[in-house]
């Protein structure tokens, strides 16, 4: 069981708590765990990552046992805390300006 922390606003829009839980088969990526939400939440789909292109939005990031892991290959695989559930995958909205 994979546990995802979402940012309020999207928790809001998908009806959510803070954290959700999801069942994300081997191997554990951003790719697998994002496909898993979206399939599991659908009015999330282009919100985290765009509907055509299938990658992140800009002014989102994702962190892993405090790393941030926004611009590795969606593809590679998330640390083992991530994948045996112990730590959770956070889905982050950044901000900008000054």
Do not use: W
């Not at 939400?37 to 939005?57: F, K, N, Q, S, V």
């Not at 989102?60 to 805390?81: I, N």
């Amino acid at each position: 069981m994979i546990r995802v922390a979402l940012p309020t606003h999207l928790r809001k829009m998908a009806n959510t708590p803070h954290e959700v839980r999801l069942d994300v088969e081997p191997p554990v990526t951003q790719r697998s765990v994002l496909d898993a939400l979206e399939a599991t939440y659908p009015i999330l789909r282009g919100t985290i990552r765009d509907h055509a292109t299938r990658e992140r939005r800009p002014y989102v990031r994702f962190f892993a046992c405090q790393e941030d892991l926004s611009h590795t290959s969606p593809d590679d695989p998330l640390p083992e805390p991530i994948a045996t559930g112990t730590e959770p995958f956070i889905v982050l909205g950044a901000m900008s300006g000054g």
